[in-house]
């Protein structure tokens, strides 16, 4: 990756825009969904900013960019149409260590900012890391139709109830399928719909039965041609589950950026055409675990007691072209 992604804790950001036209009004209205504490260097507004600083109370230097004014802060935005002031803030602002942002001159910024899709508190953020903005736009536009508008009423139910699960649902694996479950099922449609508290009082009842564990699984996805285009729904949401992922070196490395985030993973030096490791996955199966084994191609597994002995669900998935 060329760029980093990571969330700055608003609390912490002291921000200095240098500029006052409207492309300074776009970066302060972005910065306001998080922040007031904002600084604006610039001997003229135009309206807009004008506005924001008004309402906002925002601090306002009524002078051009001068140096000496970033030492207590810690993001700066150059947004002036002087290429050779933006260059004096991106020089100064470099001895300093700060993020630096330099509107139309990439090569002069230490962060970009990404396309943002807010559900808050869910918030998603997508770059094309500058190289195909038409690209991230219509990708943007899939995602913002696909995501239901009160998505992040999800996020808030959760942060709610996180102590009182927690204090019903002891082990960690057991909170996740009980999450899982909620989520998905009538509650979350419930919190969807506007109904919050129908669905409050279907979590408080939920939570007065017993969580049956995780039962454990053995899937078999057989990725075919080995393109992660190609991968089915079907397959997309058994990784999405997955605790655990075995694959061998015939395997496309680009179908583990399927799996969960942080399933642990198996990489095995040995082709599953000659030997699966039965052993480990059925042991971690039988502990509540769903185990993915991700084979290259349409291979046959080779005939293995182990397996076929074994009681733990198993499932064959083909995926692919």
Known sequence: M????????????????????????????????STTNITVMSETLGSSVERLVNLHQLTWLKHNYQPGHLTQINLVIAATDNSEV??????????????????????????????IIDRSPMIIAMSS??????????????????????????????????????????????????????????????ILDGNTTHAEQ??????????????GELVFIHS?????????????????FADAVFYDQEVN???????????????????????INSQHAIELAEQGEKVIYLLAGDIEIPNNAMLSQSKIIKKHIYSGC
């Open 2 to 33: 060329k760029y980093f992604p990571v969330y700055l804790d608003a609390e912490h950001i002291n921000a200095m825009i240098v500029g006052g036209g409207e492309v300074a009004a776009r970066k302060i209205d972005l910065l306001l969904k």
């Open 86 to 115: 933006n260059s004096a803030v991106a020089k100064e602002s470099a001895k300093l260590k700060l993020l630096t942002n330099v509107v139309d001159q990439p090569e002069l910024c230490t962060y970009i900012t990404p396309a």
């Open 129 to 190: 890391s500058g190289s195909a903005p038409i690209l991230l736009r219509m990708l943007r536009e899939q995602i913002e139709k696909s995501l239901p508008n009160g998505y992040g009423k999800l996020a808030d139910f959760s942060f709610k109830f996180r102590d009182h699960v927690k204090a019903r649902v002891k082990s960690i694996r057991d909170r996740r399928t009980f999450w899982e479950r909620t989520l998905r099922g009538s509650i979350g449609q419930a």
């Open 202 to 215: 279907q979590l408080i009842s939920s939570l007065k039965e017993q969580t049956p564990p995780p039962s």
């Open 224 to 240: 075919l041609d080995g393109n992660p285009d190609n991968l089915t729904l079907k397959a997309h949401r058994e990784m999405q």
């Open 253 to 275: 490395t680009d179908l583990i950026e399927y799996a969960r985030r942080d399933a642990n993973k198996y990489p095995q030096d040995i082709s599953s055409s000659i030997l």
